[in-house]
T-cell receptor, first 115, second 113 residues
Framework: GAVVSQHPSWVICKSGTSVKIECRSLDFQATTMFWYRQFPKQSLMLMATSNEGSKATYEQGVEKDKFLINHASLTLSTLTVTSAHPEDSSFYIC???????????FGPGTRLLVL | AQSVTQLDSQVPVFEEAPVELRCNYSSSVSVYLFWYVQYPNQGLQLLLKYLSGSTLVKGINGFEAEFNKSQTSFHLRKPSVHISDTAEYFCAVSYTGFQKLVFGTGTRLLVSP
């Protein structure tokens, strides 16, 4: 199967700071990237969808100025949580997809704790 | 509205017993169906998928699922579970071809010795 990495795997930060999460597709080209967040014992909620070289499309209720997504290359996408607050604490998972492929692969996730 | 329902939030079973995890989705003309497994503090791993063809789909780790269009269901089954199958299982549906997935709320499978 496809290999997807996320870095860091976990991060603890102070309220008000910004945190950048990297997602890499190691053996395929991610033309589309989905970013999800998952609260404890809950399902995955789609935050935004981005196509390489284009601006991300955000789901309703997700602040685009708070969750900055960059998808500048076919193998790397980043999610930056700006001015993080405790309510942003969550498990963030990226999901790249190659072209029109029917399967989405998922990164191992990044656990963010904002104090 | 597009929705996926996993009625059971938690399913406890004994090792070597059979198990069925239920998934129902809101009806649509064309859907693609997926089951993913998530182990603690990890991302999601694809178990199996239905795109077209045979309604009985076999996946990894001995799991299988059956697409039932009239019931709008895609239940996951395994004839004999192992301790290592303990995990969270998510059903997901793609309503618009291969566009974004809609996830169910997940079912935690707890396998006891």
């Amino acid at each position: 199967g496809a290999v997807v990495s996320q870095h860091p795997s976990w991060v603890i930060c102070k309220s008000g700071t910004s945190v950048k999460i990297e997602c890499r597709s190691l053996d395929f080209q991610a033309t589309t990237m989905f970013w999800y967040r998952q609260f404890p014992k809950q399902s995955l909620m789609l935050m935004a969808t981005s196509n390489e070289g284009s601006k991300a499309t955000y789901e309703q209720g997700v602040e685009k100025d708070k969750f900055l997504i960059n998808h500048a290359s076919l193998t790397l996408s980043t999610l930056t949580v700006t001015s993080a607050h405790p309510e942003d604490s969550s498990f963030y998972i990226c999901s790249p997809r190659e072209g029109a492929a029917e399967t989405q692969y998922f990164g191992p996730g990044t656990r963010l704790l904002v104090l | 509205a597009q929705s996926v329902t996993q009625l059971d939030s938690q399913v406890p079973v004994f090792e070597e017993a059979p198990v069925e995890l239920r998934c129902n989705y809101s009806s649509s003309v064309s859907v693609y169906l997926f089951w993913y497994v998530q182990y603690p503090n990890q991302g999601l791993q694809l178990l199996l998928k239905y795109l077209s063809g045979s309604t009985l789909v076999k996946g990894i780790n001995g799991f299988e699922a059956e697409f039932n269009k009239s019931q709008t269901s895609f239940h996951l089954r395994k004839p004999s579970v192992h301790i290592s199958d303990t995990a969270e299982y998510f059903c997901a549906v793609s309503y618009t071809g291969f566009q974004k997935l809609v996830f169910g709320t997940g079912t935690r499978l707890l396998v006891s010795p």
